[in-house]
């Protein structure tokens, strides 16, 4: 599966303690970062991320590109609700592009534990048979 990993400034910690507690899970897929996030998961970790730029910086629009192209399976995304964002509207279309589209989105730890374990589980085996019916 193809899994995006993103977090605000205040949840990069979190994200990385993630990282580190599901590694043997995550490192069996093709994992995508923004540019700050996906560093300091590779600095904590063995795993291997394709890193895309800064999210204020176009990241989240990357990420949303690929999404858009059903080339993402999953989106961690760890987000800030007590910060104004100065990127909102492209945090918000990611978003939107994840209903959109169907693909699973946790914004906080605890949907991203239960995401996480769900797959490992297969419970997102669906979306094979989504990808393979269009």
């Known amino acids: 599966m193809n899994i995006a990993l ?12 993630f990282s580190i507690a599901y590694e043997k899970i995550l490192e069996k897929h093709n994992l995508f970062a923004t540019g700050t996030t996906g560093s300091r998961i590779q600095e904590a970790t063995d795993l ?3 890193r895309f730029k800064s999210g204020p910086l176009g990241g989240d629009q990357q990420m ?7 080339m993402m399976d ?10 104004a964002q ?5 945090v918000l279309a990611l978003m939107r592009l994840c209903d959109v589209h169907n693909i699973p989105l946790a914004s906080n ?8 374990k ?4 297969g419970y997102l085996s669906w979306r094979n048979v989504v990808k393979q019916s269009d």
């Open 6 to 17: 993103i977090a605000h400034d205040k949840k990069k910690k979190d994200i990385v303690n």
């Open 48 to 50: 291997k991320i394709h």
């Open 64 to 70: 949303g590109a690929m999404i858009a192209d059903d």
């Open 74 to 83: 999953m989106v961690i995304f760890l987000r800030d609700p007590l910060t």
């Open 86 to 90: 100065p990127h909102e509207p492209d």
């Open 109 to 116: 730890i605890g949907s991203a534990e239960l995401l996480i």
């Open 118 to 121: 769900g797959m490992e589980r």
